[in-house]
């Protein structure tokens, strides 16, 4: 016996639950990275742990599906933690590169 009364073992699971969150990580290459976090994790540590992944671009948003948003991460905002932005356990982040149009025409001047 685990020494908790049974009548309140099914509320205390579902408690220390909450605080711990299961994100799934889908990359551009179609590879996934699941990965457990607390709830108060902030917006920069996500993005942080995304940029340790194998395959993860160096330029990159954080993409949830359900709803469809961007994990904010300019100003203030990747301080914000999972649980003020509502991020649910068992949520998707998709890993979407950013490709700088900039790029192209640095190179090109570079090449003069």
Do not use: W
Request: negative net charge; glycine residues 4%; hydrophobic residues 30%.
């Amino acid at each position: 016996s685990s020494g908790i009364n049974a009548e309140y073992g099914d509320t205390l699971a579902p408690q220390n639950d909450k605080d711990t969150l299961s994100l799934l990580f889908r990359l551009p290459n179609g590879s996934r990275v699941s990965r457990k976090f607390c709830s108060s994790a902030t917006v920069k540590e996500i993005y942080d742990f995304a940029l340790t992944c194998d395959e993860s671009p160096n330029f990159f948003t954080l993409v949830s599906n359900f709803p469809k948003r961007v994990l904010p991460i300019d100003g203030e905002a990747h301080l914000k933690t999972c649980e003020e932005l509502g991020i649910q356990s068992s949520t998707t982040l998709f890993v979407q590169e950013i490709i700088s149009d900039d790029e192209d025409s640095s190179e090109s001047e570079a090449e003069m």
